[in-house]
C-alpha cells in the first residue's frame, strides 16, 4: 500500500506486508506508547481490524492482534486503558470513510491463520538489556537472564534471607505481570519446574518483584516483561538468546547490603549463620 494514517498520537504506515505504527513523543501521548517508539506488525499477526464510533467526534481503527502473536499484548493480558492500548487509532470523524478504506485494505492482507492463534511470536518484544525500579528490588534484564537486587527499603525479610536473585531465560517458564495500576502489582517469573502449588504473596517470592506508587510504572515494568517472554519463547524453540556481559559489582552498595543484614541479624531475623553465609556471599562478589 505505502500510505500513510495519522491519527491523534499516532500514524500507521502501511507496507505490503505489514504495517509501522508511529508513535509521538509529545506531552500528551500516553507514556508507554513513547517508551515503544515504533512497532512494525506483520498482517500475519493480526487476527481481524475493527472500525467504531470514538469520543468527542473521533473513530476508532483498532488492529486486532492473535492471540500468541505479540509478547507485549500476551503479558499485558487486558490489563492495558484502551488510551495505552498500542493497536489502536483515535482519528477525527471526517476520516471515518479513510478509516473504513484501510480497515478494508488491511482485512483484505490477513493471513489465512488469522482465526488462529499463533505458533510463535510474530512482533518483535523491545530489544535488551532492560531494567526497572520496583518497590522492594531493582529487576534488570541482559537478553539471558533476569537479576533482582533487593532494596533494604522496601524487600522483606523472605527476601533478604533469600539474597539477591539471577534467573537464566532458560529456567523460567513465563512471567506473570499484575499492572501497577491496581492492588497487588508485580511481576512474578514462573521457574520452568516448579512445583504445582499456588505461589504465595509477590511480596515474600524471590522470584517476584512487587509494584508501588512511582515504583515498576506501566511504561517501563510491561516492555521489561514482553523482552523476559520473549526470550523465554525464543529459547523453546531452541532460538539463541541475546548475552549482554554483566555490570561489574558496586563495593558501595555490597557494604549497604551487608549493614542491612547486620541489622536484620541484629533484630533475630536472621540467625548466626544465615548472616555468615550471606555476608560471603556479597564479599565473594567483590
Excluded at 507485549?72 to 486503558?81: P, R, S
Aim: one cysteine or more.
Amino acid at each position: 500500500m505505502g500510505d500513510v494514517l495519522a491519527g491523534f498520537h499516532a500514524a500507521w504506515e502501511f507496507d505490503t506486508d505489514s504495517v509501522l505504527i508511529r508513535f509521538e513523543r509529545g506531552i500528551r501521548t500516553p507514556r508507554l506508547l513513547q517508551a515503544l517508539g515504533e512497532r512494525r506488525i506483520p498482517y500475519e499477526a493480526l487476527a481481524a481490524v475493527e472500525q467504531a464510533p470514538g469520543k468527542r467526534g473521533t473513530v476508532v481503527l483498532r488492529a486486532v492482534p492473535r492471540p500468541g502473536a505479540d509478547p507485549l499484548m500476551d503479558v499485558a493480558n487486558g490489563q492495558l486503558k484502551e488510551v495505552c492500548d498500542p493497536y489502536r487509532l483515535v482519528l477525527p470523524a471526517e476520516r471515518d470513510a479513510l478509516a473504513e478504506y484501510y480497515a478494508d485494505e488491511i482485512r483484505a492482507s490477513l493471513g489465512p491463520c488469522a482465526d488462529q492463534p499463533a505458533e510463535r511470536h510474530l512482533v518483535a518484544a523491545p530489544a535488551p538489556p532492560l531494567s526497572f525500579k520496583a518497590y522492594d528490588g531493582k529487576a534488570s534484564f541482559d537478553g539471558a537472564s533476569v537479576a533482582f537486587r533487593w532494596f533494604w527499603t522496601g524487600a522483606s525479610s523472605a527476601k533478604w534471607k533469600a539474597g539477591d536473585q539471577r534467573f537464566a531465560v532458560g529456567e523460567l517458564a513465563g512471567v506473570e505481570w499484575r499492572s501497577p495500576e491496581f492492588a497487588g502489582g508485580h511481576l512474578r517469573l514462573v521457574p520452568r519446574d516448579g512445583d504445582s502449588r499456588q505461589p504465595g504473596p509477590a511480596d515474600q517470592d524471590p522470584a517476584a518483584v512487587v509494584f508501588g506508587m512511582g515504583y515498576g510504572l506501566v511504561h517501563e515494568s510491561l516492555p521489561f516483561a514482553a523482552a523476559v517472554l520473549a526470550a523465554v519463547r525464543a529459547g523453546a524453540r531452541g532460538l539463541p538468546a541475546a548475552r549482554v556481559p554483566a555490570p561489574r559489582p558496586d563495593p558501595g552498595g555490597i557494604a549497604d547490603r551487608i549493614r542491612h543484614l547486620g541489622a536484620l541479624h541484629d533484630a533475630g531475623l536472621l540467625t548466626d549463620d544465615e548472616f555468615s553465609t550471606k555476608k560471603a556471599e556479597l564479599l565473594a562478589e567483590l
